[in-house]
C-alpha cells in the first residue's frame, strides 16, 4: 500500500493542493465543495469513513439538473481536522448546521444522507425541521441490527483501541470498494486509493473508532433522530440495496416502523455503495421525489 494510515499531519501545505475550500468552524476545520448557480442547494452528508468524493456521480447529475451542491467532509474524514472529543451525532449536526449557515444562510435545502450519514442527517432534520425540505436516505444507520463481532469488541474500552490500531486502517481501506458490484477494477483501485490518501493523516483511527462508539452503536439516541423527523413530517425517500452486506436489507422494516410515510425504493441485487457504484440509476429515482 502506497500510504501509511494514520501517519502524517493535515498541515495547511496539505490543504493548499487540495480541491474544493476550507472554512474554519467551531465544530472544527472544514473541507467542503460547493458547486452550481442560481438553482436550490442540495446538500450531501457522507458516511461512516469514505470522503465527499462518494457522492461525485451524484453531485454531477444534479448539477446538470440544475440544483446547486453543497458536499463537505464530516470532522475526522477526509481532510476536514481531526478533532478531539466523542464523535457523536452532536458533533455532526453541529458542523452541518455552521456550515449551512456560512454557506447557504437561513434558506431551506435538500438533505441526503447515506449509511451513516443517515443517523446525522435524521437527527438534524429532528432538530431543525425548517431547515430541511426533503430528505433523501442511502441505505442508512441508524436501526438495531445484528452488529458484527468486530465491532461489538470495539466497544469494548481498550480492546478497542487495540483493534482499530492494528488493523481498522488496512481493513477499511481493503474493504471501502468491497461492494461495488457493477464498477470494474480501474473503478475500485481508484476509489481505494482516494480513501486511502484522506486516511494516512493523523487522527483518521480515533475518529473512525469513537464515530463507532458513539454513533453507529449508539441505538437508542440514533432512534431520537428518527422519531424526530417522523413527528418533523419532512418527505422521506430510501433507496436500499438488497445485497447490502454492510447495512442488511432487512433493516428496512424497522425503518418503515420508524417513518411509516416515507417512501422505499429498492435496488435488486445492490450493495452498499450504489450510489458510487450505480449513479445514474441512484438520480433517475431520487430526481422525480425532490421535483414533485
Same mark, same amino acid.
Given at each position: 500500500m502506497?500510504? @501509511?494510515i494514520?501517519a502524517?499531519?493535515?498541515?495547511d501545505?496539505?490543504?493548499?493542493?487540495?480541491d474544493?475550500e476550507?472554512?474554519s !468552524?467551531?465544530?472544527?476545520n472544514? &473541507?467542503?465543495? %460547493?458547486?452550481?448557480d442560481g438553482?436550490?442547494w442540495v446538500?450531501?452528508? &457522507?458516511g461512516?469513513?469514505?470522503p465527499?468524493?462518494?457522492?461525485? /456521480?451524484?453531485?454531477k447529475?444534479?448539477?446538470e #439538473?440544475?440544483?446547486?451542491?453543497?458536499r463537505? +467532509? !464530516?470532522?475526522?474524514?477526509?481532510?476536514?481536522?481531526?478533532?478531539?472529543?466523542?464523535y #457523536?451525532?452532536?458533533?455532526f449536526v453541529?458542523q452541518?448546521l455552521?456550515?449551512?449557515?456560512?454557506?447557504i444562510g437561513d434558506?431551506?435545502?435538500f438533505?441526503f444522507g447515506?449509511? *451513516?450519514?443517515?443517523?446525522i442527517t435524521?437527527?438534524?432534520t429532528a /432538530? &431543525?425541521?425548517e431547515?430541511? @425540505?426533503?430528505?433523501?436516505?442511502?441505505?442508512?444507520?441508524?436501526?438495531v441490527y +445484528?452488529?458484527p463481532?468486530y *465491532?461489538?469488541l470495539?466497544?469494548?474500552?481498550? $480492546?478497542?483501541?487495540?483493534l482499530?490500531?492494528?488493523?481498522?486502517?488496512k481493513?477499511?481501506i481493503? #474493504?471501502?470498494a468491497?461492494? $461495488?458490484?457493477?464498477s470494474?477494477?480501474?473503478?475500485? #483501485?481508484?476509489? %481505494?486509493?482516494?480513501?486511502?490518501?484522506?486516511a494516512?493523516?493523523?487522527?483518521?483511527?480515533?475518529a473512525?473508532?469513537?464515530? $463507532? %462508539? &458513539?454513533?453507529?452503536l449508539?441505538?437508542?439516541?440514533a432512534g431520537k433522530?428518527?422519531?424526530g423527523?417522523?413527528?418533523?413530517?419532512?418527505?422521506?425517500l430510501?433507496?436500499?440495496?438488497?445485497a447490502d /452486506?454492510t $447495512?442488511?436489507?432487512?433493516q428496512?422494516e424497522r *425503518?418503515?416502523?420508524?417513518?411509516p410515510?416515507m417512501?422505499l425504493v429498492?435496488f435488486?441485487?445492490?450493495g452498499?455503495?450504489f450510489?458510487y +457504484?450505480?449513479g445514474? @440509476?441512484?438520480?433517475?429515482?431520487?430526481?422525480?421525489f425532490? @421535483?414533485k
Amino acid at each position: 500500500m502506497k500510504y @501509511k494510515i494514520d501517519a502524517l499531519e493535515l498541515t495547511d501545505e496539505v490543504r493548499q493542493t487540495a480541491d474544493g475550500e476550507f472554512i474554519s !468552524l467551531p465544530s472544527g476545520n472544514t &473541507h467542503f465543495k %460547493r458547486e452550481g448557480d442560481g438553482g436550490e442547494w442540495v446538500v450531501l452528508v &457522507h458516511g461512516y469513513a469514505t470522503p465527499y468524493y462518494i457522492y461525485d /456521480k451524484i453531485a454531477k447529475g444534479l448539477l446538470e #439538473n440544475g440544483y446547486r451542491v453543497l458536499r463537505y +467532509d !464530516l470532522l475526522g474524514r477526509g481532510l476536514s481536522e481531526r478533532v478531539r472529543g466523542k464523535y #457523536n451525532p452532536e458533533l455532526f449536526v453541529s458542523q452541518l448546521l455552521e456550515l449551512t449557515k456560512a454557506v447557504i444562510g437561513d434558506s431551506p435545502f435538500f438533505l441526503f444522507g447515506t449509511s *451513516m450519514g443517515g443517523i446525522i442527517t435524521t437527527s438534524f432534520t429532528a /432538530k &431543525h425541521p425548517e431547515k430541511v @425540505k426533503k430528505l433523501v436516505l442511502l441505505a442508512p444507520a441508524g436501526m438495531v441490527y +445484528d452488529v458484527p463481532l468486530y *465491532m461489538k469488541l470495539a466497544k469494548i474500552k481498550g $480492546m478497542g483501541e487495540l483493534l482499530f490500531k492494528t488493523f481498522a486502517g488496512k481493513t477499511l481501506i481493503k #474493504n471501502c470498494a468491497a461492494e $461495488m458490484i457493477y464498477s470494474g477494477e480501474d473503478v475500485q #483501485n481508484d476509489y %481505494r486509493e482516494r480513501f486511502a490518501y484522506c486516511a494516512q493523516f493523523k487522527g483518521f483511527i480515533y475518529a473512525t473508532l469513537s464515530s $463507532m %462508539r &458513539h454513533t453507529l452503536l449508539d441505538f437508542p439516541l440514533a432512534g431520537k433522530g428518527y422519531d424526530g423527523t417522523r413527528e418533523s413530517k419532512v418527505p422521506v425517500l430510501t433507496v436500499w440495496g438488497t445485497a447490502d /452486506k454492510t $447495512m442488511p436489507y432487512y433493516q428496512t422494516e424497522r *425503518m418503515r416502523r420508524a417513518l411509516p410515510d416515507m417512501e422505499l425504493v429498492s435496488f435488486e441485487g445492490s450493495g452498499h455503495i450504489f450510489l458510487y +457504484d450505480e449513479g445514474e @440509476k441512484t438520480l433517475e429515482t431520487v430526481l422525480p421525489f425532490l @421535483k414533485k
